[in-house]
C-alpha cells in the first residue's frame, strides 16, 4: 500500500472537525474531497472512462487519444483523457450494535466514526460509479439499502447514515452470513464494527464472504479508552450491552485487558489476513485517511 | 488481661473505619459504561487472588494498628495469677538477742517458709534488721531471696523495728505488700519510737521465733575504788549463778562468784582496783542465752575534762548560756570552758587548740583569715565544731571557712514552727527520755532555712525546715542548729531541753560518751569496728564497743501486742483495687509492647501497600 504523501493537509479528516460538521453529506463530502485533495499525483487517478481533462498534445502521445474535433474547432492537437469506470458492487456494513455508541476521549463515538468513514467510503465509491449499498447490523441486519449508482442513491445512503441508532448485542457472524447469501457477483465488502466479540465466529463469516469472490476489507473501530484503558481510580465498570458490571482497580486489571485485548486484536489479524482478508484497526480520535487509503488499496486489488 | 482505662477500648471501634470505608467506598465507587468488560473479567485470578490477599493484609495491618493504638491507650495489665499482693516482704531480725541458741535457725525457717508461700508472680524483697534495716535482697525472684536468708547471720546491733517499716514502706510505694516480721519481738525495739505508721497496701504478718529460755548478761561495767563492780541481768524465770570473770588487757585479773534473782539484774562487786590503762574486760558464762552478751568491755584509759572554746562577741556576750550550761557540771562530768572572740580565735596556738574538743562557734564578726584557717583545720584533724545560727553568724563566712561550695543559709521568721526530734534515738535525743516534749514548747522567732545537701537532719521545725544538723568534715564532726543559743531568735534557754540540749550536742560534736571512749554497737564512730571489743580510731584514740544493754532484757512483747503498736494510715482516695490496677500497670508496661507492635503493623501495612 502506497503511503500518503507527508505534506497533505490533514484538517477536514480530523474527527475533532468533522464532529462539527451538519449533515452526514457534508461530513462524507469533506473527507473525501479533503482526502483526494491531499493526494495530488495519486496512482488511483483515473479508474473510470469518464472524461477528465484535455492536455496539448506532446510528442509520444497516443494518437488514439487525440480530440479530432478540437482539432477540427482550433486547429489545435489536444489529447483527451479519460477516467477508468467499473461496474464493481460495494456493500458497507455497519455495526449498530449498542458498544458502538461507546465515546470515551474521543471527539465522536464509534458510531458516528463508523457513520462517517461509510459515507466518506459510499461518496469515494460513487465518484466512482460504484454501485454502493449499506447494511446496518447489531446481531441481526437492522437497515439494508440494496446497491445501487444512481444519482439520487448517494443521498438516500448518507440520509440513512444519518438517522442509523444504536441497536442491541453486537454479533457478526449471522449478518455476515445472511449477506454472503445474498451476494450473486463478486463485490466488495466493507465491514465497520468494533469486533469486541467473540471472534471465531466473525472470522468464519468473514472468510466465507471471502471464499465467495468478494473483496472482503474490515475496519475494527476502537475508541482510544479502549486502547489505553486510561482509568485510575477503582470503579464498577458496567458493559454497555450486556449490562454486566465489575467492580475494578484499573491500576490492578490494566495489564491484564491490554494483554487480552491484543490477543484478540492478534487473532482477527491472524485470522483475517490469513484468508486474504485487509484488516484494519482504528483509532476513533486518529483521522480517516488512513481508513480510506486501505479501501482504495483493497479498490485496486479488486480491480 | 485487664485494662487500667477501659474506656480507651471504644477507640478500636476506630477499627471499623478501613472497613466501613472500604465498603461505602465500594458503594460509591463511579459507574463507568464500557465495552469490553468480558476482557477485564479474564484478568488472571491468581492476580486477582494475589490482590485480594494484599489488600486482606492491608485492611489487616490497618485494623491491627488502629486496635493495638486503642490497646496502649487502655494501658493493658496482666492481673497477678497468684492469690495475695505482688511483693512478699520478709523482714528478719539479726539482732544479738537472735544468737540465742536455735533462734536464728528458725527464724531463717520461717523465712523460707514464707518464701515457699509467695505464689509464682510475686517478687520477694529480704531486709535483715537489727538498729538499722538493710535490704539484702531486693524485690526478685525467689532464688536471690533464698540465697540472701541461707547467708544471713545475727550481728551485735540491739533490736529496732522503726526502721524495718521505713524500709518496707520505701520498697512498696508502688505495690501492694505483704511484710512478714519474723524476729523475737524484742521490748527494747519499741523504746523511744515514734508511733509507726503504715499504709492500708501493706499487710504486716508477725512471726515470732522467740524462745523461754534465759538469758544472762553483764549490762555495767565500772570501777569504784578497790572493786569493780558488774552489773548482771538476768533474764530467765529462775535465779541464775555463777562466776564472773575480770581481765585487763586479756589477762585474767580476779574472779567473783554472782547468784541473781530471776527477772532481775544485781551488781557484783569484785575485789579489784584497776590499773590507770588498758582495757578491763568482765565476763560471764551463759551458754543458753544470747551469745554476745556475755562480756562487757571498760576503757581504763586516764581522761582528763573535755576543754571547750566558744567563739562569741564581746559586745553581745554571746555564749553566755551555754558557758553556765557546760561549767555546771561535777568535776568528772564537766567541760573546761574559755570564751574568744571571733577576732582573738585566729590567736590561738594551734599546741591549744588542738587540745579542744569542741568549738562553739556563735560569731563570726572579724573572724580573720588565720582564724577560719586554724578552725577549718581544726574539726579536719578529729575535732568537733557546734555551730549555732545568730545575727552574728554569716553563713558566707562559714562556707568559705569549711570550703563548703553547697552550703547556703537563709535568716527566716519562724513564727509559729516548734522543734521536732526526728528521730528519738539519735544520740543528743536519746537522753532526752521524756523530756523531749518540753523541746516543742519553746518559741522560735527567727532561724535559719538552711539547704540541707551533704548534711543529715536530726530534728526539724514543724514547718519542716531543718533544724538540727549534722556532717562528717574530715575526721571531725559538725553539727549545726539552725537557731541561736543566746535567747536573741528563740527562748530556747529558758527551757528545761536547753541544758541536755547543749551537753549533749556538745558531746557528740566531740564524739564524747558517758563513758568516756565507749560506745554501743550502733554508735560507734567513724573508723570504728562494728563487732564488740576495743578498736582504734583514725586519730589513734582507743576505745571500747559495747552491745546495747537493753537488747538483753527478756520478756518479749507478743504479735499482739507488736501489732497494736502499729497505726493504718488513712484509705488512700483511690480504691485499693484501682490502685491495684495502677500498680501492676506500672510495672508491666505492656503500653510500649503495644505501640512498638502497632509500629510494626504500620511498616508492615507500607511494605505490603508498596508492592502494589
Redesign the interface.
Known amino acids: 500500500m502506497p503511503a500518503p504523501a507527508p505534506a497533505r493537509d490533514l484538517r477536514f479528516l480530523d474527527p475533532a472537525i468533522l464532529a462539527r460538521l451538519g449533515t452526514m453529506e457534508l461530513k462524507a463530502r469533506t473527507v473525501v474531497e479533503g482526502f483526494l485533495a491531499g493526494l495530488h499525483r495519486s496512482p488511483y487517478r483515473g479508474f473510470s472512462v469518464e472524461f477528465a481533462e484535455y492536455r496539448q498534445y506532446l510528442p509520444g502521445d497516443d494518437l488514439n487519444t487525440l480530440d479530432w474535433k478540437i482539432y477540427a474547432r482550433s486547429d489545435r492537437h489536444y489529447v483527451k483523457k479519460f477516467e477508468e469506470e467499473t461496474n464493481l458492487e460495494c456493500h458497507v456494513l455497519l455495526d449498530v450494535s449498542a458498544s458502538m455508541a461507546y465515546r470515551g476521549s474521543a471527539p465522536m463515538s464509534k458510531l458516528e466514526y463508523g457513520s462517517v468513514l461509510a459515507g466518506a467510503l459510499a461518496f469515494l465509491m460513487h465518484r466512482q460509479r460504484d454501485a454502493t449499498g449499506l447494511m446496518a447490523f447489531d446481531d441481526r441486519i437492522t437497515f439494508r439499502l440494496p446497491a445501487g449508482a444512481r444519482a439520487g442513491h448517494l443521498h438516500t445512503l448518507l440520509l440513512a447514515l444519518e438517522r442509523l441508532q444504536p441497536g442491541q448485542r453486537s454479533s457478526a457472524a449471522r449478518p455476515l452470513r445472511q449477506l454472503a447469501e445474498a451476494l450473486i457477483k463478486r463485490s466488495m465488502v466493507v465491514v465497520i464494527s468494533d469486533l469486541l466479540e467473540d471472534s471465531e465466529p466473525v472470522i468464519r463469516g468473514l472468510r466465507h464472504l471471502k471464499s465467495r469472490g468478494s473483496e472482503v476489507i474490515v475496519f475494527q473501530l476502537l475508541d482510544p479508552h479502549e486502547l489505553t484503558f486510561p482509568f485510575q481510580e477503582p470503579a464498577k465498570f458496567r458493559d454497555v450491552e450486556s449490562e454486566e458490571e465489575l467492580l475494578a482497580d484499573p491500576a490492578t486489571v490494566r495489564t491484564s485487558y491490554l494483554r487480552q485485548l491484543a490477543g484478540l486484536t492478534l487473532k482477527y489479524d491472524r485470522g483475517l489476513r490469513g484468508a486474504g482478508i485487509d484488516y484494519v484497526q482504528l483509532d476513533t480520535s486518529q483521522p480517516l485517511d488512513f481508513a480510506l487509503l486501505s479501501y482504495l488499496a483493497a479498490r485496486q486489488r479488486q480491480k | 488481661m485487664s485494662f487500667l482505662y477501659p474506656a480507651f477500648l471504644i477507640g478500636a471501634l476506630a477499627a471499623a473505619i478501613p472497613i466501613v470505608l472500604h465498603l461505602l ?2 458503594d460509591v ?16 485470578f491468581e ?2 487472588r494475589r ?1 485480594k490477599l494484599k489488600d486482606l493484609l492491608l485492611l489487616a495491618a490497618r485494623i491491627a494498628a488502629l486496635v493495638l493504638l486503642a490497646i496502649a491507650f487502655a494501658r493493658p495489665y496482666f492481673t497477678a495469677s497468684a492469690e495475695g499482693p505482688s511483693l512478699q516482704i520478709i523482714a528478719i531480725d539479726r539482732s544479738f538477742s537472735m544468737s540465742a541458741p536455735g533462734r536464728f535457725e528458725r527464724a531463717q525457717a520461717e523465712a523460707r517458709e514464707a518464701l515457699a508461700r509467695a505464689g509464682r508472680g510475686q517478687r520477694v524483697a529480704v531486709i535483715a534488721f537489727d538498729d538499722r534495716a538493710t535490704i539484702v535482697a531486693p524485690p526478685g525472684g525467689a532464688g536471690e531471696a533464698r540465697a540472701a536468708i541461707d547467708a544471713l547471720r545475727p550481728a551485735y546491733g540491739g533490736t529496732r523495728f522503726a526502721p524495718v517499716f521505713d524500709r518496707a514502706i520505701e520498697l512498696s510505694e508502688r505495690d501492694d505488700a505483704r511484710l512478714t516480721i519474723i524476729s523475737d519481738l524484742q521490748r527494747a525495739g519499741w523504746e523511744n519510737e515514734t508511733p509507726v505508721t503504715v499504709p492500708a497496701s501493706l499487710d504486716v504478718d508477725v512471726r515470732d521465733v522467740s524462745v523461754s529460755a534465759g538469758n544472762l548478761a553483764v549490762t555495767k561495767l565500772r570501777r569504784d575504788g578497790d572493786n569493780v563492780r558488774v552489773e548482771i541481768l538476768n533474764g530467765g524465770a529462775s535465779p541464775a549463778s555463777g562466776t564472773v570473770r575480770l581481765a585487763v588487757d586479756n589477762r585474767p585479773a580476779a574472779t567473783a562468784p554472782f547468784s541473781v534473782p530471776a527477772a532481775s539484774a544485781s551488781e557484783v562487786a569484785v575485789p579489784y582496783r584497776a590499773s590507770a590503762r588498758g582495757v578491763l574486760t568482765a565476763e560471764i558464762d551463759d551458754p543458753a542465752g544470747f551469745a554476745f552478751d556475755n562480756r562487757r568491755f571498760l576503757l581504763l584509759d586516764a581522761t582528763g575534762r573535755p576543754e571547750i572554746i566558744i567563739v562569741g562577741d564581746s559586745v553581745n556576750q554571746s555564749g553566755f548560756f551555754a558557758t553556765r550550761v557546760l561549767q555546771s557540771g561535777d568535776a568528772d562530768a564537766g567541760f573546761d570552758v574559755q570564751t574568744k572572740t571571733a577576732a582573738a580565735f585566729g590567736g590561738v596556738p594551734q599546741e591549744v587548740l588542738s587540745q579542744q574538743a569542741v568549738v562553739i562557734l556563735l560569731s563570726t564578726r572579724n573572724l580573720d583569715r588565720r582564724g577560719r584557717e586554724s578552725l577549718a583545720g581544726f574539726v579536719r584533724k578529729g575535732g568537733g565544731l557546734l555551730i549555732a545560727a545568730s545575727p552574728d553568724v554569716d553563713p558566707t563566712v562559714i562556707a568559705t571557712s569549711m570550703a563548703w561550695r553547697d552550703f547556703a543559709a537563709v535568716e527566716q521568721p519562724a513564727t509559729g514552727a516548734v522543734l521536732a526530734a526526728t528521730d528519738l534515738r539519735h544520740p543528743i535525743f536519746r537522753p532526752f527520755g521524756a523530756l523531749a516534749a518540753n523541746l516543742g514548747q519553746v518559741r522560735f522567732t527567727r532561724s535559719w532555712k538552711v539547704r540541707p545537701d551533704g548534711w543529715e537532719v536530726a530534728a526539724r521545725m514543724t514547718d519542716g525546715s531543718p533544724a538540727l544538723l549534722e556532717r562528717h568534715e574530715g575526721s571531725g564532726r559538725v553539727v549545726l542548729f539552725a537557731s541561736d543559743i543566746d535567747r536573741r531568735w528563740n527562748d530556747f534557754p529558758l527551757n528545761a531541753a536547753f541544758v541536755p540540749f547543749v551537753i549533749e550536742a556538745v558531746r557528740h560534736a566531740a564524739a564524747l560518751t558517758e563513758v568516756p571512749g565507749e560506745y554501743l554497737v550502733a554508735d560507734v564512730p567513724q573508723g570504728g569496728g562494728a563487732e564488740p571489743g576495743v578498736h582504734t580510731l583514725g586519730d589513734g584514740r582507743r576505745i571500747t564497743v559495747n552491745v546495747d544493754p537493753r537488747e538483753s532484757v527478756t520478756p518479749a512483747v507478743t504479735p499482739v501486742e507488736f501489732k497494736a503498736r502499729i497505726g493504718s494510715a488513712p484509705e488512700p482516695a483511690r480504691p485499693p483495687v484501682e490502685r491495684q490496677a495502677r500498680q501492676a500497670e506500672g510495672t508491666q508496661n505492656l503500653w510500649r509492647y503495644g505501640l512498638l507492635l502497632m509500629l510494626a503493623a504500620l511498616v508492615g501495612e507500607s511494605v505490603v501497600g508498596r508492592t ?1
Open positions: 467506598r465500594r465507587a463511579p459507574e463507568v459504561p464500557f465495552t469490553a468488560v468480558h476482557l477485564l473479567r479474564r484478568s488472571p492476580q486477582t490482590r502494589r
